[in-house]
């Protein structure tokens, strides 16, 4: 598998938790509820974005430079990240709310930008070799991550 078809399959089960998240979130009742969407979000979002920047970031870079997005790309994972952290440190329920919404929206939009432009320029910049060299990486990594600890 092409890492570019691995890191799409992830974006459609992340599509499906946004959705699932912004359809839950005017029904939670408490701050933990909303604290713990969050946590589940973080957790699951860094390992893709840890992917994308180990795999991705290195053949691709002077792609990047030249559309002027490096530090864009990976700005937007640690903005991701801290703003999905910050939600823990929220008081009340209507905020934390608030924020996960808006970290949602912002995932969203960042997810639209690979799939338009990043995921392409992958396509069309690294040859089928290198694409499904880094998609046995991706899939060893997976496999180490869900291997039980001895
Ligand atoms: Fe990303
Ligand atoms: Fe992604």
Redesign the pocket.
């Known amino acids: 598998m092409k890492i570019t078809e691995a890191?799409f399959a992830e974006?459609l089960v992340f599509h499906s938790m946004f959705d699932h998240i912004e359809a839950a979130a005017p029904r939670l009742k408490t701050l933990a509820e909303v604290k713990s969407l969050a946590t589940l979000m973080e957790q699951l979002l860094k390992a893709?974005s840890d992917t994308?920047d180990e795999l991705f970031i290195g053949p691709l870079e002077h792609c990047f430079e030249q559309i002027g997005q490096r530090d864009a790309f990976l700005e937007e994972h640690q903005e991701i990240d801290d703003s999905l952290r910050n939600i823990q440190g929220a008081r009340r329920l209507k905020k934390a709310r608030q924020l996960l919404l808006a970290a949602v929206a912002y995932s969203r939009k960042h997810?639209d930008k690979?799939e338009r432009i990043v995921f392409p320029m992958a396509e069309r910049v690294l040859n089928g070799k290198t694409l499904t060299a880094l998609g046995q990486k991706w899939m060893e990594q997976r496999a180490r991550a869900a291997a039980p600890v001895a």
Do not use: D
């Open positions: 890191l974006h893709h994308e997810f690979e």
